[in-house]
């Protein structure tokens, strides 16, 4: 039995402000409360003795599951328990993550990562029983026993992963195992957060800025393109100093999710990582073949961007300047406001819990030194409430942040109030298109709400921008997990200079690098390092696959189409209750076709065809 924490991150990793509040600078109303977990780390310690100590009770379990009241024991036991281990581990984590350089609160989190090891060894014999046991008596009990009803999913998952589960004694040193399986991670995690000596550079403005990964984030978007181009340089120089340590960190996470394919009789890396959650792997390659097959649009926008910003050359470090400029900023609460604004389409109810969630300190807003980059929600502790990491920069990326995570916050919240524990604990298949749905809707009420021609063409323009990293640039990511999985699935062990080759190949092809439509340089191609989520073990291809899907339902949503809406949030409140490509059939997508993905190239299509109609009507020196 795994733990599976429905902790999601966000697809712009990294967010920053030109001065981080220092720790306790921002108003307390701005920080998430932990204490609604635990009152202080002294009650975090007793509840983690405690549940380290009612582990002991599940090896009694073992070999007595052969009759329904038996079983319903047992689950109840150990469904109980894991409730609790993720209670632990989410409280230490979020701790953790306020400020990485506290030695305390690192050693909280491991403590948490055993105990977690501690269970999944401890129940390492549940899944072996219940196939020996059989589908037959297993749907007896069921019948006997209506207490078992909220297992039925669990169960259903356990008898069809037959083929994919070994003896008690081949999975207890499996679980063993997952003590270690994290080092990778972990590893670089501690490097990039506090080890790696981060460059400073100086802008043309006279001002010296410091590139660390937060600092990268916001100066790459500078106007001044040669600012620009010295951003990039510096930045990539400081990670090409580590690329063999990261090269040799990210063949172990490799070699670690091969190792899982294997023991488990998958045949490859993808096999193993699709399996968990009956994902058809008919999706991930759809998504990559229609992907490249619409390689054309993402080569006309960049065409686009060049004409936008007035280059002929354009290259790399030209990605993320705003096409149109634009002195709007967004204070915190109207980004509270713009949020709930856009989110009407959903109802009152939906409106009513993202009010909650802002008066109640769900959020921890603003960034500081220390605290870990980006942007997640954890939604793992049942019986409290979600609560997200964010780092506020008064922009409209931050806005669309806030949508997107409120979207998971509001995804676990439903299924957490409308589903038992055992099928609330949604997979991230599903999860992403909570997001990115609430995205949809904040672009469309900008654009709506636009005062003239270039405020919307500055909206419009975000959103082509969105479709572009979350499409075609995650895409462009799982095509690369993909081929370097493929190489030590077949045997070779991969370096630093080797993902370099490979990300080069892959990056170079989705920007059009040989057609000359946008020049990659060498030295840019160590960003493979830079992206945490090739540690997560298949997960970036779901961003991609969840903005189709969400954008088609997001679309009939905003058309009041009938019963769209209840599609909608039904697929929210029903957590796990189903796998997530059934769950997404029932709301009307089916991403295993080309449908999702040739109408958000259509719908990026129609964006620029409407940019270059605002733009032919502009005065000729201003197109």
Not at 182 to 190: D, L, S
Not at 428 to 438: G, H, L, P, Q, Y
Request: hydrophobic fraction near 40%; charge should be neutral; charged fraction near 25%.
């Amino acid at each position: 039995m795994r733990i599976i924490r429905n902790t999601v991150l966000l697809v712009s990793v990294i967010l920053s402000v030109p001065s981080p509040a220092a720790r306790g600078a921002e108003p307390e109303q701005d920080r998430w409360n932990l204490a609604d977990i635990y009152p202080t780390q002294d009650a975090w310690r007793e509840a983690k003795d405690a549940v380290m100590t009612s582990l002991k009770k599940i090896p009694s379990y073992q070999g007595r599951l052969d009759d329904s009241k038996s079983l319903k024991e047992a689950l109840d036991t150990i469904f109980g328990i894991q409730k609790e281990v993720q209670r632990v581990y989410s409280y230490a984590s979020m701790l953790s993550d306020e400020d990485t350089r506290i030695d305390r609160h690192a050693q909280m989190r491991e403590e948490a990562d055993l105990l977690e090891s501690a269970f999944a060894e401890r129940t390492s014999f549940l899944n072996p029983e219940l196939i020996a046991i059989g589908e037959t008596k297993i749907q007896s009990f069921l019948r006997a026993e209506p207490g078992l009803g909220i297992y039925k999913q669990f169960l259903r998952n356990a008898l069809r992963q037959a083929p994919h589960t070994r003896s008690s004694e081949v999975e207890q040193v499996v679980a063993e195992v997952s003590r270690v399986a994290g080092a990778p991670a972990n590893v670089r995690r501690t490097l990039v957060n506090a080890d790696v000596p981060w460059p400073s550079v100086t802008l043309s403005d006279g001002n010296e800025v410091r590139l660390d990964p937060a600092g990268y984030t916001k100066y790459r978007a500078v106007l001044n393109r040669d600012d620009r181009k010295r951003v990039f340089d510096t930045f990539w120089q400081a990670w090409k100093a580590y690329e063999r340590t990261l090269g040799v960190s990210l063949n172990s996470q490799l070699a670690r999710d091969h190792f899982y394919a294997k023991v488990r009789h998958y045949p490859n890396s993808l096999a193993s990582a699709l399996g968990a959650n009956n994902i058809p792997e008919a999706i991930y390659r759809t998504l990559v073949k229609e992907t490249r097959a619409n390689l054309g649009t993402l080569h006309r926008y960049l065409k686009l961007r060049a004409r936008m910003l007035e280059v002929d050359d354009l290259a790399y470090y030209d990605i993320y300047p705003p096409l149109i400029k634009t002195e709007l900023t967004y204070s915190l609460p109207q980004a509270k406001q713009l949020s709930i604004a856009c989110s009407r389409p959903l109802g009152e109810e939906y409106i009513s819990v993202m009010r909650k969630g802002f008066a109640a300190r769900w959020v921890d807003f603003h960034p500081r030194p220390g605290k870990r980059s980006g942007a997640y929600m954890n939604g793992s502790v049942y019986d409290v409430h979600p609560f997200m990491l964010m780092n506020y920069n008064h922009d409209l990326e931050s806005v669309s942040t806030l949508v997107h995570e409120f979207g998971h916050a509001l995804h676990s919240h439903l299924a957490n109030t409308n589903q038992p524990f055992p099928t609330a604990d949604y997979a991230i298949f599903v999860a992403e298109i909570a997001s990115t749905s609430n995205e949809s809707l904040l672009i469309d009420h900008v654009i709506k709400n636009a005062k003239n021609d270039e405020e919307k063409l500055y909206y419009l323009g975000f959103n082509l921008e969105g479709i572009r990293g979350t499409f075609f640039r995650q895409t462009m990511f799982a095509e690369f997990e993909l081929k370097v999985h493929d190489l030590v699935d077949q045997g070779e062990a991969l370096t630093g200079a080797r993902f370099t080759e490979i990300y080069k190949d892959i990056l170079r092809r989705y920007h059009g690098h040989d057609e000359g439509v946008m020049t990659i340089d060498d030295a840019y191609t160590i960003e493979w390092a830079y992206i945490p989520h090739f540690y997560y073990n298949f997960y970036v291809y779901q961003y991609a696959t969840s903005i189709a899907g969400g954008s088609l339902l997001a679309a009939d949503i905003l058309d009041g189409k009938p019963g769209a809406r209840d599609r909608y949030l039904n697929l929210l409140r029903a957590g796990a209750s189903k796998y997530p490509h059934d769950l997404l059939l029932d709301a009307g997508v089916d991403l295993t076709t080309p449908r999702p993905y040739r109408a958000l190239v259509s719908r990026m299509n129609q964006v620029m065809d409407e940019i270059e109609t605002i733009l032919e009507r502009r005065p000729s020196s201003a197109k």
